[in-house]
């Protein structure tokens, strides 16, 4: 069964940091773009980032840029999240997705997310 | 940043009725591979999201025939020919034409 499970999450105060993990199976991790999408709660969905087949090729969502660090393990079937200086703004349900891929030309990118977890919170709050 | 607006943001539907939903952007979504990255999921009550239909118009494997997905460019549309009790949740266009990859708000469908 093609699963993935996501782990790390709870509360930290602002200005803190924590490290989400991704557990997959049931597919070839290595053959995939993974994403980090977010969900405050009560609200709608947001695109955190992304990470190609083999870490060469990252992408953050501008709010992300400079404190979370999207990573991977081929070896281990898994994918990271390392977020800093969280804010209160961060608190959400974090789920990562398998990304189908499209390439035109020798350029390839995420396509579809066509596999999710089922989440993790993260809160942050004094 | 390519803005996606959904619309309705709500709406009721009676069983067996069709329903709707408009979705558009900011900017046109046909990329320079003449592809157009447009999808759209469902996120039901206490569930992650699932993909239902993929580059506009094509559903994914296992989405039941009642679901389709039309438009070109700047519009498109989700369409549900009969609604049914298992189609509640938050129905979410999403575009990744170009980064960031961003969603529209929501619509969030419930039965009369």
């Known amino acids: 069964e093609v699963q993935l499970v996501e782990s790390g999450g709870g509360l930290v105060q602002p200005g803190g940091s924590l490290r989400l993990s991704c557990a997959a199976s049931?597919?070839?991790?290595?053959?995939?773009?993974m994403s980090w999408v977010r969900q405050a709660p009560g609200k709608g969905l947001e695109w955190v980032a992304d990470?190609?087949?083999?870490?060469?090729?990252?992408h953050y969502v501008d709010s992300a840029k400079g404190r979370f660090t999207i990573s991977r393990d081929n070896a281990k079937n898994s994918l990271y999240l390392q977020m800093n200086s969280l804010r209160a703004g961060d608190t959400a349900v974090f789920y990562c997705?398998?990304?189908?891929?499209?390439?035109?030309?020798?350029?390839?990118?995420?396509?579809?997310?066509?596999?999710w977890g089922q989440g993790t919170m993260v809160t942050v709050s004094s | 940043d390519i803005v996606m607006t959904q619309t309705p943001l709500s709406l009721s539907v009676t069983p067996g009725q069709p329903a709707s939903i408009s979705c558009k952007s900011s900017?046109?979504?046909?990329?320079?591979?003449?592809?157009?990255?447009l999808y759209w999921y469902l996120q039901k009550p206490g569930q992650p999201p699932q993909l239902l239909i993929y580059?506009?118009?094509n559903r994914f494997s296992g989405v039941s025939d009642r679901f389709s997905g039309s438009g070109s460019g700047t519009d498109f549309t989700l369409k549900i020919s009969r609604v049914e009790a298992e189609d509640v949740g938050v129905y979410y266009c999403m575009q990744s034409t170009q980064f960031p990859i961003t969603f529209g708000q929501g619509t969030r469908l419930d039965i009369k």
């Open positions: 900017q046109s979504l046909l990329h320079s591979d003449r592809k157009t990255y």
């Open positions: 997705a398998r990304a189908t891929e499209s390439c035109f030309r020798g350029d390839c990118g995420p396509d579809a997310f066509d596999v």
């Open positions: 049931g597919f070839t991790f290595s053959s995939y773009w």
């Open positions: 580059a506009v118009s």
């Open positions: 990470i190609k087949q083999d870490g060469s090729e990252r």
